[in-house]
């Protein structure tokens, strides 16, 4: 069975948030965009969210682009993103 889109590698989660904290600056890869936001995958294996509200415009699927760590939620194991 393949893990649904989003879904946290727990490895790849625990991996994160040892090395990254609020502030950091990551590059990733646009994986989807939504009506809300686009969703990042960073080089850990993790996705994170770039709300609609804090781009000018939503990086595009398919876009690699860097952006700095707004938020990390540990205990729903995601994070927002936005400009660098």
Known sequence: MS????????????QF???????D???GMVVEVAPFGSFIRTSEG???????????T???RG?????RILAIDLHN????VGPS
């Open 63 to 67: 876009t690699q682009i860097r952006a």
């Open 77 to 80: 194991r995601r994070f927002s």
């Open 58 to 60: 939503l990086p595009e």
């Open 3 to 14: 893990r649904p889109q989003h879904a946290v590698d727990e490895n790849a989660w625990a």
């Open 17 to 23: 948030v040892a090395s990254r904290t609020v502030g």
């Open 25 to 27: 600056v990551i590059d």
């Open 46 to 56: 993790v996705d994170g969210l770039a709300p609609q509200s804090n781009w000018p």
